[in-house]
């Protein structure tokens, strides 16, 4: 098998905010089509990486590259333009915007009546929804409609939708099922299955662990701050991953403990330990 | 445009509450209100509060407030005073002296609201203190008095400071114009769905390319222009620039404006709305005058006005969110 260039890869990433280290040493390749579970425990420093790729930080040394070409990131547009599009849990849309202005927000289509640039309304729903509708959303039929009456699957579906329409190749999803129904979490991970197979590569950080087996073809997870665990599907089993997330502690016993505890205690949970 | 989507437009309520106002006091006013003197008094209000209120409430859609525009009134004014009627130069270099000082504080207020964490209601408020200490400060200094006279020629005269029939301030027009300029603006140009987007999202917004920094300190221009020219308007209306005075347009401005539906936090809002705000107010602010009432009935109607646009804002937001989720 040839090793084909990834769409992005870092070499020895290092981000420290002032004296504070939080990320050491993070070498990481990300290739198209592929879907990578970014996984670690609260304050891993997970959101700071991608922040990191999505050029809101600066890296504090070492190197990133595009296609294996060295990029660096000076602010977030930046990486808009390489491609990289960033989708933060809540959609991080407008809710009293309509879908077809949101969807085009810094990019509006215009049409021109004599000397004045006009706001081109149709176009902009029409598209809007004919793309969200490509990912089987097909609820979302109006335009018109305001971005804060969706429910959260949807919103996320639609910032996913807008990152692909604007030709997005690496869409990285911070969370995106944290507030999400089982329901609306599996719609979800469906735009992100159907996201690879149009060939974008995915960055897909969450903490559950069936999200990520769902979809994750690439695994990687950071504690405090450092790559501790870097494996293909199929490499390590549930309860290593679950383990590994939790920091390396344990986690998994815990599961089979609540359970047992449970049968012998008329199905109360344990108290919580201090 | 269904029905029910005509109901749920905070435009609707501000319609309702104009009628109801208007009738309210056409009812006390009698003949006079309902006539040409009613109308041009109440439109003369209407048309100098307006053409702050435009600026003032797209900086509010976009998540910002402006107090300083209170300072920037006599500030122009007695600028164009003393250039054109202390020193003698002709009419328009004073006003565009006038007019500088209204683009440079909005400026300095743009500049420091983008720059600093600091709230932009803190950062106007210390501009509006800065710049009534220094009007105060130069007009005592150069004409050693606080207040300068100016007789303007009479085109300038005709353009900024005629009364039409007698009765109606050309500012009126002035400020259909700006109302119109406005909604081109923010309703059909695409550069309104940026203001829109900064106010729902700073961050997201920036992140999708939209030039915020350049945007806000652009809007904070535009309020100071707008209210440096109602100053120069004044001037050349009554012929005589004082240094106190303006504070009013702080809180008439905002009461306009959210009257008219745009929401205090950012985000939602219309020039019509805007607009329709301000004829309410004004309405109220000059309806007592011909009805005879006592003046602090005056104060008690627009307070509960405001308080009124409040919540219904509010609750118009939370409507026509659910509304958006159940139409399906
Ligand atoms: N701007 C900053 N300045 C200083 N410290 C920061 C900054 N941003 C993040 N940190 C620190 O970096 C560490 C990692 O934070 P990060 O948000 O990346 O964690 P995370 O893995 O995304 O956690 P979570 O799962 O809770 O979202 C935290 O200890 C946090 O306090
Ligand atoms: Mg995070």
Known sequence: MTEKTAVLELRNVNKSFGPIDVLHDISLKVNAGEVLCLLGDNGAGKSTLIKTLAGVHKPTSGEMFMDGEKVSFERPKDAADRGIATVHQFGGTFPLMTIGRSFFVGVEPTKRIGPFRIFDRKTANETAVKAVQEFGITRIDDGDRLIGGLSGGERQSLAIARAVHFGARVLILDEPTAALGVKQASHVLRIVLEAKKRGLAVIFITHQVTHAMAVGDHFAVLIRGALAANFMRGEKSREEITDLMAGGEALADLDTEIESHMETHEGHPPPPAH | MSLGAIAIRPETASVVGLVVVYIFFAAFGGAAFIGAPGWSSWLNIAAEVGIIALPVGLLMISGEFDISVGSIVPAASMTAA?????????????????????????????????????????????????????????????????SVSYVPDPITKSLLGHFINGMFNVSIIWWI??????????????????????????????????????????????????????????????????????????????????????LLTGGAGSVIGIVLGTMTFAVVNQGIFFSGLDSNIGSIIIGALLLAAVLSNDGFRALALRYATKKK
């Not at chain 2, 600093?116 to 710049?131: D, E, K, N, R, W």
């Not at chain 2, 100053?231 to 905002?254: D, E, K, R």
Request: with cysteine; glycine share 16%.
């Open chain 2, 177 to 262: 114009a700006f109302a119109v300029a406005f909604y081109y603006f923010l309703h059909i140009s695409p550069m309104g769905n940026w203001v829109f987007a900064i106010g729902g999202d700073r961050e997201t917004a920036r992140n999708a390319g939209i030039p915020t920094r350049q945007l806000t300190v652009g809007l904070y221009i535009l309020s100071g222009l707008a209210a440096a020219f109602v100053g120069i308007a004044q001037l050349m209306t009554y012929q005589s620039a004082q240094v106190a005075g303006g504070q009013a347009f702080i809180f008439n401005s905002i009461m306009c404006v959210v009257i008219g539906g745009v």
């Open chain 2, 82 to 146: 003393i250039i054109s009627g202390h020193y003698d130069w002709p009419a328009y270099v004073g006003i565009l002296g006038g007019l500088g000082v209204g683009a440079l504080v909005g400026y300095v207020n743009g500049f420091l609201v983008t720059r600093t964490a600091i709230p932009s209601l803190i950062v106007t408020i210390g501009t509006m203190f800065v710049v009534m200490g220094l009007t105060l400060g130069l007009a005592v200094l150069i004409k050693g008095s606080t």
